[in-house]
């Protein structure tokens, strides 16, 4: 099979994405998952979603997904619903430049919240209710919602956890795997056969086994031949989007490298 490998522009959250775009396509690549971090992409602003929109089309590149806005007030299992609200609007207006740019999946975070000190039970269900809503809503726009599983720590980042939300989630709802996420907490395998059908989505990256570093593949410790075995045998036939962390130096060859060694690496 052919592997489908695309870029995330939010790797470097503190560049503005069209230069951060003009790097991917200095690499080769052309498909994207366009970030939202602060200061990189803003989906409210409608000149900012035209100019993307026009650097795209200049080169040639997919806008295959976007990563929704997360974290600090921005949670879908906020118990106070200002908050949650917030953020389930927040990922609409990303979910609505997405369709403006033409691409499919919105992915989106569980929650970003540490395990430890909090009503698990309430914020599992919050989480599950506000997908509900985002479901519906994607669904109306065309559009694919896509849950990233979560670090091992937080809210959700446990495979019953997981499990427990996509139960109660419509089948046409997907799943975004994160490779450093999934192995960090040791279940890649386990996250892999709980999403069961609805993989869609890989975020790619590696990691020294302690922290979720977002190395190129083949720069830490992860086993990407098991990686891509398994995702053979799930039969996988969507999009694997290297989600590294910003280089020092050049981007486009940070991003050369890591493609060409992530299809080495892969069987």
Known sequence: MGWQIGASTGCCADRPVLEVLDAIHGAGIDAV????PPGHFDPWREDEVRALRDRLDRHAIRPISIHAPFGGLLDLSDPNPHHRHA???????????LKDLGGRHVVVHTSDVPRDGQNVALRLRLIQESLQVLARACDHMDLVLTVESPLPHLIGGRPEEFGWILERLPAAVAVCLD????TLGGQWRRFLDISNGRLRHIHANDNHGR?????????GV?????????LQEARFDGWIMLELR??????AEQFTRAAAQLRTLLP
């Not at 998952?33 to 939202?36: K, Q, S, Y």
């Not at 490779?179 to 999934?182: E, I, P, Q, V």
Request: net charge negative.
């Open 246 to 251: 910003c280089p020092p130096a050049s981007i």
């Open 179 to 182: 490779t450093g996420h999934t």
């Open 222 to 230: 992860l086993d990407w031949h098991a990686i891509g075995r398994d």
């Open 87 to 97: 953020a389930i609007g927040a990922i609409l207006t990303a979910a609505a430049a």
């Open 33 to 36: 998952e366009v970030g939202t």
């Open 211 to 219: 922290f979720d570093d977002h190395l190129p593949p083949g720069e």
